[in-house]
């Protein structure tokens, strides 16, 4: 099998090669501790009496989580190799060098490594005297059934999770109101996902799965693995609403409730399909008597290189649209 | 047949050459029923482990397995990473503040590093995950049985898992679409037991 062309020197570092790029392209926006190469700090935004907002995770994702580190959004990022969550150390950096006093809230989508690893950097930074609490997203609704929401995988939902308790953060709201907004946010927040061909990993170069020809997989993860089923591929439209079928059903909203919508690449689809994909989401959302209040559409939380792309709703309320709207200034997503 | 800190070090660069020349093979399993990573995850910790362990001096069997099991923490994260990493600071405490053991104390290196793996990540034998090779192994272990033996247990375990659907870690959520495939993580976890028990032998 030949291997998949991309544009890498050396697979192995593909991540700390791709940091510095992202160092070099926003000086303005982030910074990087000189012995913490994988924690990327938010220039503006971190203060005192501040809660400290710290996301992460694998690489590969771009861009997520770095994309997401600013002012009114996430205070810092702890950045894994592809695919695999950070160790405790980059997390610990990032929560001191951005740290407010005012307590860490680590926010990630929920993966057995992830919650290893973060879990031993809480422990580290309870034992310098810093409080650290975790809320773990679970908003693939394809990945475990409705009366298991804790095992659910996060996913593209990260964006609006991230984006309400940065806000809630960028308020200067308590630990428990940052940590109760997140958890709120990640409660009404539901994604779900196809992919049209498997991505491949930069130090292997070989596609992570088999997808034969005229097939889709649906529900697939964000890291290559695989869906609830596989299927012959179908039109933009049926799939939206295969997809929407499964949100509207889980998100129980009354006519008249507003929505955040994402309609988020894998990495290789491009916007003409995303956008193809949103038309329906709208004509579905409209006949469910929702009101769209804002949309993003693009690469929000990438699988490298794989085709695909995964819709996800937000059911908003007051407090969650002030959040929503709250403004942002980070290097990938700005706001107001 | 003694087994010293020197010895300690060989057997962290027997990890990571035998992780190197897998490393494709657990990322294809991988690939399968997970994120086509574990290969990676296992040649890069092992690559650090081992050369953190070359450069402890006159150090003891407890320094040896620290020093290897903060390199791989550090080099890997993932899953992996706290799991061997805990393992190894288990596994040096069990070998301890000493030049030196016999090789067939291994046996209780191997115990410990079951111990470990349980105490960091929380599974149970039959969920498909890595404690499916170390758990049986460390029974054999436990029960003094030869490196053969210990050895065809990780092995048989690492296979048993085929049989099983996963309910811990990122295959979980394929319920049973994982069933017919090895764990790739007990299957990497059968070949470091080969390794120590190799060592065993001399």
Redesign the interface.
């Known amino acids: 099998m030949s291997l998949t062309q991309k544009l890498i020197n050396d697979g ?1 570092a593909a991540v700390d090669e791709m940091l510095a790029g992202v160092i070099a392209a926003h000086p303005e926006h982030l910074w990087r501790p000189d012995n913490a190469p994988r924690a990327v700090i938010a220039k503006h935004g971190p203060r005192p009496g501040k809660v400290t907002l710290v996301v992460g995770g ?1 690489s590969g994702h771009e861009p997520t989580f770095l994309g997401y580190v600013g002012k009114g959004l996430a205070d810092a990022a702890a950045i ?10 980059p997390a610990v950096d990032a929560a001191l060098a951005a740290n407010g006093g005012a307590g860490v809230l680590f926010l990630y989508g929920n ?3 992830d919650v ?2 973060f879990d ?1 950097a809480a422990e580290l930074l309870e034992m310098e005297g810093v409080e650290a609490r975790t809320v773990l997203t679970t908003d693939d609704i394809a ?2 059934p409705r009366d298991q929401r804790g ?3 996060g996913v593209a939902g990260n964006v609006f999770i991230f984006k309400a308790a940065g806000a809630a953060a960028d308020m200067m709201l308590p630990l428990d109101e940052v940590e109760r907004i997140a958890r709120h946010a990640n409660a009404r927040t539901f994604t779900m996902g196809v992919a049209l061909s498997s991505c491949s ?1 930069p ?2 170069r ?5 997808l034969p020809a005229g097939e889709m997989e649906i529900g697939m ?1 964000i ?4 869906g609830v089923r596989r299927g012959p591929l179908r039109t933009a439209n049926e799939v939206a609403d295969e997809i929407m079928d499964a949100i509207l059903a889980e998100m129980d909203a009354p006519r008249g409730a507003r929505v955040a919508v994402l309609v988020n690449s894998l990495g290789a689809t491009p916007l003409m399909e995303l956008y193809i994909l949103n038309a329906r989401v709208a004509e579905r959302l409209a006949a469910a008597g929702l009101t769209v209040h804002k949309t993003l559409v693009g690469p929000y939380c990438t699988s490298l290189d794989m085709a695909g792309a995964s819709i996800t709703i937000m059911h908003l309320d007051d407090e969650l649209q002030r959040m929503i709207d709250h403004p942002c200034d980070c290097a990938m997503f700005r706001q107001g | 047949m003694e087994f010293t800190a020197e010895d300690a070090k060989g057997l962290f660069a027997a990890f990571a050459a035998r992780m190197q020349a897998e490393r ?1 093979a657990l ?1 294809a399993l991988d ?7 574990h290969g ?2 296992m040649e ?1 910790g092992m690559n650090a482990a081992a050369e953190a362990a070359k450069t402890v001096e006159a150090g003891t069997l407890q320094d040896v397995f620290n020093a290897a099991a903060k390199a791989f ?11 061997y990493a805990t393992a190894f600071l288990r596994a040096g405490k069990a070998a301890g503040a000493r030049p030196s053991m016999t090789a067939g104390e291994l046996r209780t290196v191997i115990v410990a590093m079951r111990d470990g793996i349980v105490q ?2 929380k599974a149970e034998p039959g969920q498909k995950t890595m404690l499916d090779a170390w758990a049986p192994a460390a029974q054999a272990a436990e029960a003094g049985a030869d490196a053969e033996a210990i050895a065809a247990a990780a092995r048989d375990g690492a296979e048993a898992t085929r049989q099983m659907v996963a309910t ?7 319920g049973d ?1 994982s069933l017919g495939h090895p764990d790739p993580g007990a299957v990497s976890a059968s070949m470091l037991v080969e390794e120590i028990c190799r060592a065993m032998r001399g």
């Open positions: 192995n694998g894994g190799n592809v695919f695999a969550s950070p160790p405790p150390q993966y057995a490594g290893m690893n031993m990945s475990a095992k659910r995988r990993l130090q292997t070989r596609p992570s799965f088999d993860g890291h290559g693995e695989p | 494709d990322c690939g399968v029923i997970g994120d086509a990573d990676i995850a890069q923490l550090n080099a890997v994260g993932a899953s992996s990473g706290p799991l960091r990540g811990l870690g990122r295959a979980a959520r394929l679409r």
